[in-house]
């Protein structure tokens, strides 16, 4: 189940918990528009360090990383990475980042 | 002259790679080495019962040499580190293995200095795994004497071997604490990373259903990153808490370390990326990967490995041949998770299909999927048996393909996934 909303003025494609089906619909101001919606007032350079690492590995592997590999390879440590993104670093920084939600685990 | 294929590692993957492509390959043709650190080859399902008093560890070890065919080399030492570019393995002894194809079957590694206060005060006195035979062995002491209190099970994060153990040992410890009479004055919590108990949605619902009926707490999307052992406290990165009297900790899987030293060879966790369809490595054509060292979307088990292996087997053969590959790897797995009271389930999947109600291997049975049963928990205990002298040696299981089937397996009626 999918639906069309408008973000920060751009007409997106979310499915039911609101992950952009196509991350290319994506832009800095949708990115925004999607963290003030789950509570962050503002995106500092720290979450754009993740979310740009989270968004560039996807769209180079086709996979999102997990929290672990966020904490070892996105230069912010796992401690940090909760409290830039409060309950689930991984799937909302995916979510701002306009990728589709982690699969998650096995 | 000869090619050589070496083979990194000699557990379930290892071994059963080396029989079957011994049995392929004569030995003026081709020349085999195994390479492992140590002689211990561990039957891994056996060290759930361990706590228990149900298996004692001598019982499930064995020595890796003595596991593989006449005409294999065995190095028992540490590996260095694999030099792609030069296709060749140092070892830490100083030898240097050349290779015409490399398979990676070196698992995964406990990581539990990972997570904070894990490895600090308490640990192996009130904090333990069951993961390895010291720990097992040690909680087993522990909880002969654990008569009140709160029992917390914990999954530090995924990926881990088994996913379904720390469920079997809840269910195990309920049993086990209700034999002694004291399942009263104690409390067993299940906290995980995960949103369900299990990551497919209906085997997660049927284990809740049985994990409520037993009376067995669960803690979901706890990520656990910090462990007090003195205070007796687990700590999520988001600030929740969970007391415990003894915590059984499932400490983060990492891959092997040389995996690290070996640029190239794998990922920030030191797993290898592997095409889960053929099962060669993306760092190399010549390097392939089977097992819980690869990073292929399904569950690290020993039946993975198993049916992984009778594919694998098959593209090494194509690869040096010069022909395409078999890309018909569908990760399947078939798990049984014993449930206590001598019952257990059966789970069957694969990459597409969840673990779905029915019968296996066929709708006549006689094994029930998804639904408790004497039969199955007979069918845990004889696996042992298969394991050193079916599935090592090298040989298919009758009337089991490497490739899930659909038969005796219900559909879900609608898809809610």
């Given amino acids: 189940m999918t639906t069309m909303e408008t973000l920060a003025g751009t007409t997106v494609e979310v499915d039911a ?42 769209l180079r592997t086709g996979e999102a990383p997990s929290i672990r590999t966020l904490g ?35 | 002259m000869a090619k050589k294929i070496v083979i990194l590692g000699g557990g379930t993957g290892g071994t059963l790679m080396a029989n079957r492509l011994r ?15 140590d002689d211990r080859h561990i039957y891994q399902p056996g060290l759930l019962f361990v706590p228990f008093g149900l298996a004692k560890p001598e019982e499930i070890v064995r020595s890796r040499q003595r596991q593989l065919h006449q005409g294999i080399a065995f190095h028992e030492t540490e590996i260095d580190h694999v030099a792609l570019d030069d296709d060749r393995v140092h070892l830490a002894d100083g030898t240097v293995l050349p290779y015409d194809v490399l398979v990676v079957a070196t698992g995964t590694r406990l990581a539990p200095e990972e997570t904070e206060g894990l490895t600090g005060p308490g640990w192996m006195e009130r904090v333990f795994t069951f993961y390895t035979p010291e720990g097992a062995e040690a909680l087993g002491e522990a909880l002969s004497r654990f008569d009140n209190g709160r029992l917390v099970v914990n999954i530090v994060d995924m990926p881990i071997k088994c996913p379904v153990a720390p469920i079997e040992f809840a269910f195990l410890a309920d049993w086990y604490l209700r034999e002694r009479g004291v399942r009263d004055r104690t409390e067993i919590v299940l906290a995980t990373p995960l949103d ?17 009926e037993k009376e067995i707490g669960l803690e979901v999307e706890f990520a656990a990153g910090e462990v007090d052992g003195s205070g007796g406290r687990l700590v999520s990165y988001d600030g929740r808490e969970i007391p415990f009297d003894l915590l059984v900790t499932v400490p983060v899987h990492a891959g092997a370390e040389y995996v690290d030293r070996s640029p190239g060879l794998g990922d920030e966790l030191g797993f290898v990326p592997t095409n889960p369809r053929t099962l060669q490595s993306l760092a190399r054509p010549n390097v392939f990967a089977l097992g819980d060292a690869t990073n292929v979307p399904t569950s690290k088990a020993g039946s993975v490995t198993h049916f992984e292996g009778e594919m694998l087997t098959k593209n090494i053969r194509h690869f040096l041949a010069g022909e395409p590959l078999d890309e018909s790897y569908d990760g399947h797995a078939n798990c049984f998770i014993e449930t206590g009271f001598g019952k257990a389930l059966l789970i069957d999947f694969n990459y597409e299909t969840e673990p779905l109600p029915g019968r296996f291997p066929s709708s006549l049975g006689p094994m029930p999927l998804l639904k408790e049963s004497r039969l199955n928990h007979m069918g845990k205990l004889m696996f042992q048996w298969m394991y050193w002298h079916v599935l090592l040696p090298g040989r298919d299981i009758p009337g089991i393909s490497p490739q899930m089937q659909m038969t005796g397996k219900k559909q879900p009626t609608s898809t809610t996934v």
């Fill in chain 1, 17 to 58: 918990e609101g992950f952009l089906t196509d991350p290319q619909q994506w832009n800095e101001d949708v990115a925004a528009a999607i963290a003030t919606e789950a509570g962050i007032a503002e995106l500092t350079p720290r979450h754009w360090l993740v979310v740009n690492y989270m968004r560039e590995t996807y």
């Fill in chain 2, 196 to 212: 369900g108990c299990f990551t497919k949605p209906i085997a997660s619902k049927h284990l809740t259903y049985l994990l409520e």
């Fill in chain 1, 72 to 106: 070892k390879a996105s230069g912010v440590q796992i401690k940090e990475l909760y409290v830039l993104f409060p309950k689930g670093p991984a799937k909302l920084a995916a979510k701002i980042g306009g990728i589709p939600k982690p699969h998650g685990c096995i």
């Fill in chain 2, 23 to 37: 049995k392929l390959y004569d030995p003026g043709e081709m020349e085999i080495a195994v390479v492992d650190k």
